[in-house]
Every structure is written in C-alpha cells, then in structure tokens.
C-alpha cells in the first residue's frame, strides 16, 4: 500500500524535539505548583472572610498590574534575550509567592490580611506581565515553523494536565498541611523551571532588534487591530469568558449549594481542565477541516454549560458541566494560540503575545471580578445564593449572545481553513 507523505499528519512531531519535551515536562510542573497556589488562595480567603468581593478582588488585584505593564513587557520580549527575561521574572514570581506564604503564616499578626495577599497577587500579575509574552514567543525558538500548530497543542495540552492534577490534589492537601506550606513547595518548581529553560537549546532568531519608542510601544496592538481573524478569536475569547466565567465563584458553590468541602472544590476546579486535556489530545490527533465555524460552535456550548452549571444542585451535573466548559473553551485557546503564533512576524511577536494575553487575562482575571461584583450586587437584593446563580446563568446568556455578534461583525472567522503551516 501506497501512502501519501503530502497528507501524513504527524501528532508527535513538536514532540520529537528533545529540547521541547523538556520545556513542555518543566512548565508541567510550573503551572502544576500555580495552580495549587490558586485554588489556596480563594479558599483561604473565603474561609476567613466569607465575602464573594473577595474573591473578585483577586481577579483584579492580578490584571491590574498586567494591564499597567504588559505592552511594555511585550517590547522587552522583543527587543532583548526572551530567555533571561522569562528567567528574571519568573525570580521575582517566587518572591511574591514567599510573601504569600509568610502572609498566611503569619496572619493573626498582620491587621490587614486581605490587603497582603491582595499586594502579593499585584506583584505576580507584574512579573506575568513581562514573563508571559517573552514566553509565549519563545516557542519558536524550540520547534521549526511547521510543527507550531502542534507545538501549540501539546503545550495547551501539558498546562491542562498540571489544570487537572494541581487543584485535585491541592483540595486533598488544604485541611491537612498549613496554607503557607502550599505556597512555599510552589517555590520549589519555579526553580525547577528556571534550571530547565536555562539548559536549552534555542534557535536564534534573525530579526532586527528595534528599540523601545512610543510607537514601538502600540507597534503590536495595531498589527492585531488589521488582521481581523486573530482581532475577531481575541474579542469572542475576552468578552465570552469575561461573562461566563464562574470559577472564582465556585467556593460559594461549593460551601453554600453544594454544602461540601475543599476536596470537592478542587475537582470542581479540575475538572474543566480535564475536559480541555482530553480536547487537546483530540485536536493533536485529528486536523480540524473547519476552525472558524467550530470555534463558533464552540464557545455558543460553553454559554450553554455555563447556564446549566449555575442551575445545578447537583455534584455529579455540576462536575460534568464544568468538564464541557473547559473542553470547549480548549479549541478557542488552541485556535488563538496557533493564529497568532503563525500570521505574527517574529519581530513582534512578544508585542503581539503581550495584546493577545492582555484581553486573556481581561476575560480570566476580570471575569473573576466582574462574577464576584455581579454576585455581591445581586446578593444584596435576592440574598447570597441566589445572586451567585443568577450572575452565573446571565453570563453564560451573554457569551452565546457574544457568538451572535462576533459572526455578524466578522463573517469571515466562520470561514477559517486550515492552520497547519509550512516550515
């Protein structure tokens, strides 16, 4: 039998790399020991202070220092060595992490409690400002050109794995060992990280290096503000999730719908990472004829689990929706990530990362905010249950409805071919 080379789709090929595996193994670990760090953080504070504000407020502590400082980290991305940036600011994230856990340590000694785990999270939303898009650039200093699209994959892939393990056996660790102990062994993995990516073999990238102007400065957003497919995955991606998310809510959910513990909610944070794991795997395995019209689809059954899931009353539904919500929202992460990775020159690459995680972290962080405001608001006129499940289903509403108007204005995502690329 007789097989065309033309048409062989290889799901491993980013794997192949030596020096990819071992970053995609280390920023396993990385995001693993985050996400612990995460899930401690909005139960800690929930516990303590019982206020779903709260819990809004982390979103915003987070994004607000990277909407002060992440055009500036895409041009340091751009313009100099992406791998001691990346190094320096991950340094400078354990810092905050120490500070999280001598907070908590420490905290029937510190009068404003809140107010330091609010400045800690301030300044890891800083170093992600710089690390993110010098990140994100570096990937094709690991694999050739052709192999992005699966690079991308497998990298999505890796994080959701760590998105999975991490909150699950964080909800098993919190009751049983001292918040600052979590905070503390995450430490540990960033260093593991840095030792890593400083071993590596990168490729060296040829273009020049232009210094940092003003016009350098919004040099990124213009580029993504004319090429409208990246433009129109961005804006579905920020404003569906700015609305429909409800993972900040979820202690909430967890303590006063659901009247269970902390095990609970750290399946309940892992599960949409286990649906998008799986997705990521589908997608590694299987070329996807029609992105555009999918990705619509897509985000139109993440409103729809979102509604269910602020209904719920049940574990079993609430965990299965929760594993949908992330299984769909998996293709428009991977959809992005591989558009601007493939149409974004290499020279603004780091500007062009740091615009498109600016709106990731706008519908992550500030739907964090926006949910636990919306919750607050609502809780004051039909009490605290009802307001959370009622901010939970109108947002899930406002991304189906953001998938309506997406296709009207940019009739064109629904007709997006194929991403794979030539080296």
Known sequence: MITNPKNFHDPYSALRVPDFRRYVISNFLLIFANQMVSTTIGW????????ALDLGLTGLSTVLPFFLFALLG????DRFNRRIVIVLATAAYSL?????????????????????????????????????????ALLRQLVPRRDLLNAVTWGSTSFQLAAVTGPAVCG????????FWIYGNAVIF?????????SLNLNETNDKKAPISLESLVEGGKFVWNTKPILATITLDLFAVLLGGCTALLPIFVKDILHSGPETLGWLRAAPSFGAFLMALLMAGTPMKKPGLTLLWAVSGF????????????????LVM?????????????LRGTLVQVMTPDRLLGRVQSVNFLFIYSSNELGAFESGVTAHLLGILMGPVAGTVTAVV????GSIGIVWLVSRLWPQVANLKSLQTKS
């Not at 409103?303 to 609430?318: D, E, M, Q």
């Open 74 to 77: 895409g041009n340091v991305a």
């Open 190 to 198: 960033e260093a593991i990280f840095i030792a890593v990516l400083l």
């Open 172 to 179: 098993l660790l919190i009751g049983r060992f001292p918040y």
């Open 322 to 334: 929760m594993f949908v919500i992330g299984g769909l929202d998996e293709i428009s992460v991977i």
């Open 44 to 51: 800690e504070l929930y516990e303590k202070t019982g206020r």
């Open 303 to 318: 409103g729809a689990a979102t509604i269910v899931f602020g209904l719920s009353t049940n574990l079993w539904l609430s």
């Open 394 to 397: 109108l947002g899930g509403m």
């Open 96 to 136: 905050a992490l120490v500070g999280l856990a001598l907070t908590s340590a420490y905290q029937n000694h510190i009068p404003l409690f809140r107010i330091q785990v609010f400045l800690c999270l301030f300044l890891g939303g800083a170093c992600n400002a710089f690390y993110i898009p010098a990140k994100q």
